[in-house]
């Protein structure tokens, strides 16, 4: 069971924009700016998204957006595209751990 | 272009020891925390572990007592000793550098490069 909770799946047709949640605590979510989002494709390494609850590492899409709400982060990806079908992962780094964690990964699918 | 390039044993039997190395091709070797993950079906995305240039090491405490990290600066190479293998260590195993590191543990917290993953597979 993963500490950080994401929806199993999101789909959404060519064009749309889609929402991925990622509910933790105040203790993680909450509580710091360490949340970051990975795409990853069946059979590929994760890919870093975005750092720091909003901030997207050189050469991602500006169509692919971080935000926090409280306990909740969430990636927005505007204008989907086929390419953007994959599978998506949340992470933080809990005040009482000693280790970053994830989330148990959310399937987008492009309609 | 920072690259990682991970190789070792994919099919092991219980009990034994699981042996991985990944190779930094560009950027800076001591300026990052060097990472092991791993991805199972069953528990999803796990940090296993972390090691700096000099050898400093941080494990996740589920898997402290059977792992262990070195590093080989002359070679921008850092391995994976995982001994005792179960099943339950089926996994893809990914090498990864740190990116941002926490400001009270000084651990990373995410992770911009990746290597390619090596399936490992415990069966007897």
């Known amino acids: 069971q993963s500490a950080l909770t994401q929806p199993a799946s999101v789909s959404g047709s060519p064009g749309q924009s889609i929402t991925i949640s990622c509910t933790g605590t105040?203790?993680?979510?909450?509580?710091?700016?360490?949340v970051s989002w990975y795409q990853q494709h069946p059979g590929k390494a994760p890919k870093l998204m975005i750092y720091?609850?909003?901030n997207r590492p050189s050469g991602v899409s500006n169509r692919f957006s971080g935000s926090q709400s409280g306990n909740t982060a969430s990636l927005t990806i505007s204008g989907l595209q086929a390419e953007d079908e994959a599978d998506y992962y949340c992470?933080?780094?809990?005040?009482?751990?000693?280790?970053?964690?994830f989330g148990g990964g959310t399937k987008v699918t492009v309609l | 272009q920072v690259q990682l390039q991970q190789w070792g044993a994919g099919l092991l039997t219980p009990s034994e020891t699981l042996f991985l190395t990944c190779a930094v091709y560009?950027?800076?070797?001591?300026?990052?925390?060097w990472s092991w993950i791993r991805q199972s079906p069953g528990k999803g995305l796990e940090w296993i572990g972390e090691?700096?240039?000099?050898?400093?090491?941080n494990y996740n405490p589920s898997l402290k007592s059977r792992v262990t990290m070195s590093v080989d600066t002359s070679k921008n190479q850092f391995s994976l000793n995982l001994k005792s293998v179960t099943a339950a260590d089926t996994a893809v195993y990914y090498c990864?550098?740190?990116?941002?590191?926490?400001?009270?543990?000084?651990?990373?917290?995410?992770?911009?490069?990746w290597g390619q993953g090596t399936l490992v597979t415990v069966s007897s």
């Open positions: 992470s933080s780094y809990p005040s009482s751990s000693t280790h970053v964690v």
């Open positions: 105040s203790s993680d979510v909450g509580g710091y700016n360490y």
């Open positions: 560009g950027g800076s070797f001591s300026d990052y925390p």
């Open positions: 720091d609850v909003s």
């Open positions: 990864a550098r740190g990116r941002g590191t926490t400001l009270t543990t000084a651990r990373a917290y995410d992770f911009d490069y």
């Open positions: 090691i700096n240039h000099s050898g400093s090491t």
